[in-house]
């Protein structure tokens, strides 16, 4: 079975930098043999997160299916105040067993790096027992696109999260699904059914 990746872009802006580059990123994914879906909050709106509430509709659905099929997660956001997008918070506030031995590669649209958001989800996955990439894909609108076409060091950066994440995130996927049949006392035994 082909590695699954699934990626979540959270920007809620046509046409943005963070969303275009994680959509490419996927595509180069699938060169190292990942099958790969993409979640984008602009079209799958999620209700804001109250833990209260049993909502179900038919995005939260589609989102939890796609979290579910998923291998590994790339996380893409804009730069707000040096956080993530209120709609990326609102999507990792929906989940937590879900994340657990995934590994999680990060995408940041932003003029100063992106590093805090980046830190931000990366916390939050942390939390919920994922594996993060050590290093994140910086963009910069008018750096990285220019006339509709991207910069060849973008393309590279991206690429080689794609090749990371399909190839890291295989070895800690498959170790974390062999860790749930062990009887030893492992990270994964604590998510035994």
């Given at each position: 079975m082909a590695f699954r990746v699934l990626g979540v872009g959270s920007s809620l802006r046509d046409n943005a930098s963070s969303t275009t580059s994680l959509s490419i990123t996927l595509d180069l994914a699938k060169k190292y043999g990942a099958e790969t879906r993409l979640l984008d909050l602009k079209k799958t709106s999620l209700p804001m997160f109250d833990p209260a509430e049993n909502k179900s509709n038919s995005d939260i659905q589609k989102a939890q299916d796609d979290v579910l099929w998923a291998d590994a997660l790339?996380?893409?956001?804009?730069?707000?105040?040096g956080s993530m997008?209120?709609?990326?918070?609102?999507?990792?506030?929906?989940?937590w067993s879900e994340f657990a031995g995934k590994t999680f590669g990060y995408i940041c649209s932003s003029h100063e790096k992106g590093l805090t958001a980046m830190d931000q989800m990366r916390t939050a996955v942390r939390q919920c027992y994922g594996w993060s990439m050590p290093y994140?894909?910086?963009?910069?609108?008018?750096?990285?696109?220019?006339?509709?076409?991207?910069?060849?060091?973008?393309?590279s950066r991206l690429d080689m999260l794609a090749r990371d994440i399909v190839v890291y995130g295989d070895i800690l996927r498959q170790q974390f699904v062999?860790?749930?049949?062990?009887?030893?006392?492992?990270?994964?035994?604590?998510?035994r059914k």
């Amino acid at each position: 079975m082909a590695f699954r990746v699934l990626g979540v872009g959270s920007s809620l802006r046509d046409n943005a930098s963070s969303t275009t580059s994680l959509s490419i990123t996927l595509d180069l994914a699938k060169k190292y043999g990942a099958e790969t879906r993409l979640l984008d909050l602009k079209k799958t709106s999620l209700p804001m997160f109250d833990p209260a509430e049993n909502k179900s509709n038919s995005d939260i659905q589609k989102a939890q299916d796609d979290v579910l099929w998923a291998d590994a997660l790339i996380l893409s956001t804009p730069d707000y105040h040096g956080s993530m997008s209120g709609a990326m918070k609102n999507f990792l506030d929906y989940f937590w067993s879900e994340f657990a031995g995934k590994t999680f590669g990060y995408i940041c649209s932003s003029h100063e790096k992106g590093l805090t958001a980046m830190d931000q989800m990366r916390t939050a996955v942390r939390q919920c027992y994922g594996w993060s990439m050590p290093y994140g894909v910086s963009v910069i609108d008018r750096d990285d696109f220019t006339d509709g076409k991207i910069n060849p060091k973008l393309e590279s950066r991206l690429d080689m999260l794609a090749r990371d994440i399909v190839v890291y995130g295989d070895i800690l996927r498959q170790q974390f699904v062999k860790d749930l049949s062990d009887s030893d006392n492992t990270f994964a035994s604590r998510y035994r059914k």
